[in-house]
């Protein structure tokens, strides 16, 4: 992926850009639903995409993707649109200088609920609106869980 990514911003200073970025998201989500002491849902998804931003003579231009495999053109798209605005523009977009900053963050988490079968969530929810039903005399329940986990990549010109 640095690769692609380095390609990315490699054309974004080529084509002259004051500015451009890149930013790739991959997501995971998992969801469970109980209703009336049964199982209603299980969902599990997963997304990914990158967005591209490029400031070319203080114009924006912004393309997205969910095809990572196809990056160079995202860019093109970015870099063209960047050149269509020039021609609508009132006033250029101009950028304060900063410092370069190469970091990495994570979340602390104790237990990442990925690790824990969702067999233990569906029996944990199950037991919950049994506790429900008989603290309140429910004829009705339900429970669910959601979780996400996102990995973002950030990087820019």
Avoid at 50 to 69: H, N, Y
Avoid at 77 to 95: C, Y
């Amino acid at each position: 992926m640095r690769k692609k990514i380095e390609m990315v911003l490699e054309r974004i200073r080529a084509c002259g850009a004051e500015y451009g970025d890149i930013r790739i998201i991959d997501t995971i989500k998992e969801s469970i639903t109980t209703e009336d002491q049964m199982v209603a849902d299980i969902i599990d998804s997963r997304s990914k995409g990158a967005g591209i931003r490029v400031i070319l003579d203080g114009s924006l231009g912004f393309a997205a993707t969910q095809d990572l495999s196809n990056l160079a053109e995202t860019v093109e798209r970015a870099i063209q649109i960047a050149q269509a605005g020039r021609m609508l523009q009132k006033e250029k977009i101009v950028l304060s200088a900063k410092e370069i900053v190469r970091d990495e963050y994570q979340t602390p988490i104790e237990i990442d609920p990925f690790t824990i079968s969702k067999e233990d969530k569906i029996n944990l929810l199950l037991r919950a609106e049994k506790a429900m039903r008989e603290a309140a005399k429910l004829s009705r329940t339900t429970g669910s869980m959601v979780f996400q986990r996102q990995d973002k990549i950030y990087a820019d010109t």
